[in-house]
């Protein structure tokens, strides 16, 4: 079960490019086109992870489906990389402070609880901001999760996390949704580790057991929170994601 994000729109991408050349009397016509052309699959795919798409989010996914590829990287500083059997098993990087919207949700599927989060961030991109203009995409979006004690679910709140771009990072635009807040988050170490496929709470937790057996027995990192990074299309059946161990403060 895949999640609504930017990246489920470029599954779209040469489709919107072809709609996008159109010109003269028609392109009034081919907008709206394009809007209920969009909008309906969109539906669907939403219907999929229980989760009803609000009408209005036809226009934040047209305008994010016309700049699905430009989109900019979060930076970071590569501090180390692990190989195992001649391949790369997890990477060491330090990412600076910075500002991000968040939305925290807690719903009972975490499928849920990160599509809805992202829909209110999508607004947020696209015009429902205090510059009222499309700001850009950053990747990779971040789903913060935390396991219950025993270790073998994902407690139901997920922050969900968008990297505010370059031009942006001094002066935030302001949200027009009292859901989203912008956080200053500290400088982060993490021990990253790639992933292909779907993202439920199966696959994470699986991941993050799969992880703990590679590095082994360590108390450098944190063993109740983790981060999922989202990359690409959902529709991408061994698309790319990332775990990331987050290390204790040195």
């Not at 859901?179 to 021990?191: D, G, M, Y």
Request: with cysteine; charged share 30%; glycine share 6%.
């Amino acid at each position: 079960m895949a999640r609504i994000t930017l990246e489920d729109l470029e599954g779209l991408g040469e489709e919107a490019a072809a709609w996008e050349d159109d010109d003269g009397d028609e392109e009034e016509h081919d907008d709206d086109e394009e809007r209920g052309r969009l909008f309906t699959y969109w539906e669907a795919v939403a219907s999929t992870h229980r989760v009803s798409l609000p009408p209005d989010m036809a226009g934040p996914i047209v305008q994010m489906t016309r700049h699905s590829q430009a989109r900019e990287p979060v930076p970071y500083v590569t501090l180390s990389q692990h190989e195992k059997c001649e391949e790369a098993a997890y990477e060491e990087r330090r990412y600076p402070a910075g500002k991000w919207a968040c939305v925290t949700k807690g719903e009972p599927m975490y499928e849920q609880s990160i599509s809805m989060s992202f829909m209110k961030l999508m607004r947020y991109i696209c015009k429902e901001n205090s510059v009222g203009c499309y700001l850009g995409m950053t990747v990779p979006v971040l789903n913060e999760i935390h396991l219950t004690k025993e270790g073998t679910k994902l407690e139901r709140e997920v922050v969900t996390a968008y990297y505010l771009p370059g031009e942006f990072q001094q002066n935030p635009p302001v949200p027009t949704d009292p859901e989203i807040h912008i956080s200053e988050r500290a400088s982060l170490r993490v021990i990253t580790r790639v992933f292909y496929g779907m993202t439920t709470e199966e696959t994470i937790l699986r991941e993050i057991s799969l992880f703990w057996e590679l590095l082994g027995s360590t108390d450098t990192v944190l063993r109740e929170t983790y981060i999922v990074a989202a990359y690409e299309n959902p529709s991408i059946p061994q698309r790319r994601n990332e775990i990331w161990f987050i290390c204790r403060a040195e």
